[in-house]
C-alpha cells in the first residue's frame, strides 16, 4: 500500500475552502482538465454514508467511480472511500483546519492497487501531481495567485522519446529472430516467443505514427496507458492491461476521415501480422517442428483474438466509426 500525503495554507476561511470540496462544480474545478472529472450523481445530501459517482480519465481510458462518504465533520473532515473501482484499496482522507489566521488543509490518501508495489508507487507519484495542482489551483482561485495550476504526467513520453522507444523495442524483435534455430526447443521456444512478443507490442504505435504523418495526421506525444481491451474488463481489472499509446493532436492534424481511418487500421494490422514472422523464420530454418507450430498457434490466436476486440473496442473500430462521420 502507498500513502501520499500533502498539505496547502490558504489565505481564506475554513468554511469557504471547505465548501468547495462538497459541492459538485467545485470537486470537477480542483482537477487537472486532461483528467475531464464530472460529478455524475451528486449525493442528496453531502452526509455520512452517502455516495457520490465520479467519471474521470485516466491511463488514456475512462473510468466512473463510486465513492462513499466514510466521514464528514463540518470544516474539519472529509474522507472519501472508493467503492467498487479498479484498487484495492481507496481512501482519501482531508483534514481542515485554521493556524495563524489561514485555512490549513492536509490530504492523506491511501492506496493499493491490483498490480504490486511498482503500481503502488506510480499511482503514488500520479496522484502528487494531481495534489499539486489543485493546491496551486485553490491559491489562484482563492487568493488571486498568479501561478498557473499545470498538472505533470509522469506517464508522458516525448514524441521523440517514444519514437525511439518503439524503434529500439521493434529492431530486438527482428534481432532476436537471427539468433533462431538455435536447435534446442525450449531456447527456440524463448526466443521465437520473446520476438513475437516485442512484434507484437511495439510496431503498434510506429505503423501508427508513420501512416498516419503520411496522411497528414500529427501527434503530440507518446503515453503510457491502458489498451482499449480494458473497456470489455470488470473494473476490477480494468488496470491490468498496460499499453504504449499515441496521443492524436487534432489541432495540427490535417487529416480527412481515410487519412484518419489509415493510420487507425495501420496499428492493428502491424500487430496481427507481424508475430507471424517468427513462426515463419522457424519454419523456413528447421520445417514445422513444435517450435514453429507452436509460434504460429500463437500468432493464429492473437489475429482472431484482435480481431474481435479491435472491432469492438479498439483502432478497427476507431477507423470505421470515422468512415462513417466522414471527418476525422
Not at 487529416?255 to 487507425?264: D, L, N
Not at 513462426?279 to 528447421?286: F, G, M, N, S
Request: with cysteine.
Amino acid at each position: 500500500m502507498a500513502v501520499v500525503v500533502a498539505s496547502v495554507s490558504l489565505r481564506s476561511g475554513v468554511g469557504e475552502v471547505f465548501s468547495l470540496f462538497t459541492r459538485p462544480e467545485g470537486l470537477e474545478l480542483l482537477h487537472p482538465p486532461e483528467m475531464r472529472v464530472r460529478v455524475l450523481k451528486p449525493p442528496r445530501e453531502f452526509k455520512e454514508g452517502e455516495e457520490l459517482a465520479i467519471a474521470y480519465t485516466m491511463l488514456g481510458q475512462r473510468f466512473r467511480i463510486r465513492f462513499k462518504i466514510a466521514e464528514l465533520r463540518e470544516n474539519s473532515v472529509l474522507t472519501l472511500e472508493a467503492v467498487g473501482s479498479p484498487f484495492r484499496v481507496w481512501r482519501h482522507e482531508h483534514r481542515f483546519s485554521e493556524r495563524d489566521g489561514e485555512a490549513v488543509l492536509v490530504d492523506r490518501v491511501e492506496l493499493k492497487t491490483i498490480q504490486g508495489p511498482l503500481a503502488d508507487y506510480v499511482a503514488a507519484i500520479m496522484i502528487r501531481r494531481v495534489l499539486e495542482y489543485r493546491n496551486t489551483a485553490l491559491k489562484r482561485m482563492l487568493e488571486g495567485s498568479p501561478q498557473q495550476a499545470v498538472y505533470r504526467d509522469p506517464l508522458r513520453i516525448s514524441l521523440a522519446a517514444g519514437t525511439v522507444l518503439t524503434l529500439l523495442g521493434s529492431a530486438a524483435g527482428f534481432i532476436l529472430l537471427t539468433l533462431l534455430p538455435t536447435g534446442g526447443f525450449v531456447p527456440d521456444l524463448l526466443l521465437g516467443f520473446a520476438s513475437l512478443l516485442l512484434l507484437w507490442f511495439f510496431p503498434h504505435d510506429l505503423a501508427h505514427l508513420v501512416v498516419g504523418y503520411l496522411a497528414g495526421v500529427r501527434f503530440s506525444h507518446y503515453y503510457v496507458g491502458l489498451s482499449n481491451l480494458s473497456r470489455l474488463l470488470p473494473t476490477k481489472v480494468k488496470t491490468l492491461p498496460l499499453a504504449l499509446g499515441l496521443k492524436i493532436d487534432h489541432a495540427g492534424s490535417r487529416a480527412g476521415a481515410r487519412g484518419f481511418a489509415a493510420m487507425y487500421l495501420a496499428g492493428p494490422l502491424a500487430s496481427m501480422l507481424l508475430p507471424f514472422i517468427p513462426p515463419a523464420v522457424v519454419y523456413t530454418q528447421a520445417g514445422l517442428g513444435p517450435v514453429a507450430a507452436a509460434l504460429l498457434s500463437f500468432a493464429s490466436a492473437n489475429l482472431v483474438f484482435s480481431l474481435f476486440f479491435s472491432y469492438r473496442v479498439g483502432c478497427i473500430g476507431k477507423a470505421l466509426r470515422v468512415l462513417r462521420r466522414g471527418r476525422g
